[in-house]
């Protein structure tokens, strides 16, 4: 896991996946959860997953959303194989496209602002938000160098979280693991049912 530089960090974040789990539970409601209601959902939600395999950890899933409509996020992985992961939706100008870039984003880039908006502590290795919502509630504002965006966060295999989309049609919304920076995606938003 060369891209987590700081001992601390690592330490906190092993942690986290002890001591978090809790806190997610109590937090999010349960290692399945829902925000804004399931009333009206007529079709399955689309879905991103958290994966790992060949020792690469990478997103997969829908490329499209319909404006409106549910997005679920799954974390398909094992905490003792590399730790928890975010879902950060964030704008194509921050994200971390090189190596170096990937190498320094705790120290400079969008991952520090990441973490400090999910209220993560490196001595105790405590995650204190597990989901900030920022802008209008649903997954729409992605983090700037100026301010916080939409952001999950999970370190439990299995675990899924969903919630409406209320970024406008037309829209791509870009995302990132401020964890695994090199976990990156994009998801097109569509229009309405």
């Given amino acids: 896991m060369e891209h987590m530089h700081s001992?601390?960090?690592?330490?906190?974040?092993?942690?986290?996946?002890?001591?978090?789990?809790?806190?997610?539970?109590a937090l999010v409601g349960g290692t399945s959860a829902s925000a804004d209601g399931d009333a009206g959902a007529a079709a399955a939600p689309a879905t991103i997953t958290m994966q790992f395999e060949k020792g690469k950890f990478f997103f997969s899933g829908a490329k499209q959303v319909r404006a409106?409509?549910?997005?679920?996020?799954?974390?398909?992985?094992?905490?003792q194989k590399g730790g928890p992961h975010t879902f950060s939706l964030v704008t194509e100008s921050v994200?971390?496209?090189?190596?170096?870039?990937?190498?320094q984003c705790f120290g400079g880039g969008i991952c520090?602002?990441?973490?400090?908006?999910?209220?993560?502590?490196?001595?105790?290795?405590?995650?204190?938000?597990?989901?900030?919502?920022?802008?209008?509630p649903g997954w729409n504002r992605p983090f700037t160098r100026e301010r916080k965006g939409d952001t999950w966060y999970s370190e439990t295999d299995g675990e899924t979280f969903s919630q409406r989309v209320s970024a406008r049609r037309g829209k791509t919304l870009r995302y990132v693991c401020a964890i695994h920076p090199e976990m990156q995606g994009k998801i097109k938003v569509v229009g309405r049912r």
């Fill in 112 to 136: 520090g602002p990441i973490a400090a908006a999910h209220k993560f502590d490196e001595d105790t290795g405590t995650v204190g938000r597990p989901l900030v919502r920022a802008g209008k």
């Fill in 95 to 103: 994200l971390p496209n090189t190596p170096k870039e990937r190498k």
């Fill in 68 to 79: 409106g409509s549910k997005l679920r996020i799954r974390n398909n992985t094992e905490p």
């Fill in 7 to 25: 001992t601390a960090l690592r330490r906190g974040l092993a942690a986290t996946a002890l001591v978090g789990g809790a806190l997610t539970i």
